[in-house]
């Protein structure tokens, strides 16, 4: 990815931003329990009310759930882009911010605390996907190549803790479907909804 433009604004001392977009999609109720870390992370982040290094804790708490739960991995995808530009770079973490939010069922009911008995009587979905976005500066060759690969998902999904620890973040927007237990994702909704995703 290093182009002449790329040389020159390395050269002129510019910034170099990157935005991406991970999808992991995830199936088997072996899941389920991760859909209980997702919405634990989600809160802890409103409740820090966008504290980078909050969020950039749960993202490392997602992303080694990912990565234990690979087994159940099915499907992946990534997009993103380069920027010199910090006013672009942020205008497309909120381009990837607004789509993400509108995917089928990815916007949890965090007001409503359930019981005991109530988690016991939901049905499990069978499928769940993971959209984590973070925008971060200067280079970074595993996440900026296709990751539609095991090995190449997991190097990324590691890079993005390691990012975290390297105080390298600079946006964090994490999105999951089925949003909330009792939620459920068919496969048809999944073909309909994230027609992105590739085989793993």
């Excluded at 002129?12 to 992370?41: D, M, Q, S, Y």
């Excluded at 950039?56 to 010199?84: H, K, P, R």
Aim: glycine share 8%.
């Amino acid at each position: 990815m290093s182009s002449l433009r790329d040389r020159f604004n390395q050269f002129a001392g510019k910034t170099r931003f990157v935005v991406c977009r991970i999808f992991v999609h995830l199936a088997g109720e072996e899941v389920a329990p991760l859909l209980g870390v997702l919405n634990r992370v989600a809160r802890d982040a409103v409740d820090a009310e966008g504290d980078l290094e909050v969020l950039g804790e749960g993202l490392v708490d997602i992303c080694q759930n990912l990565l234990q739960m690979s087994t159940y991995w099915q499907s992946a995808a990534n997009e993103g882009n380069v920027f010199w530009d910090e006013g672009e770079a942020g205008d497309y973490v909120n381009e990837l911010f607004t789509d993400s939010a509108q995917r089928y069922l990815s916007q949890p009911d965090l007001n409503q605390p359930l019981g005991e008995d109530e988690l016991l009587a939901l049905p499990v979905t069978q499928n769940l996907v993971v959209m984590i976005g973070i925008a971060c500066e200067g280079e970074v060759p595993d996440l900026e190549t296709d990751l539609a690969y095991l090995d190449a998902l997991e190097n990324g999904l590691k890079t993005i803790i390691n990012l975290h620890y390297q105080h390298k973040l600079r946006a964090i927007q994490v999105h999951f479907s089925p949003a909330q237990l009792g939620d459920q994702l068919t496969d048809d909704q999944l073909l309909t909804n994230f027609p992105e995703l590739i085989p793993l």
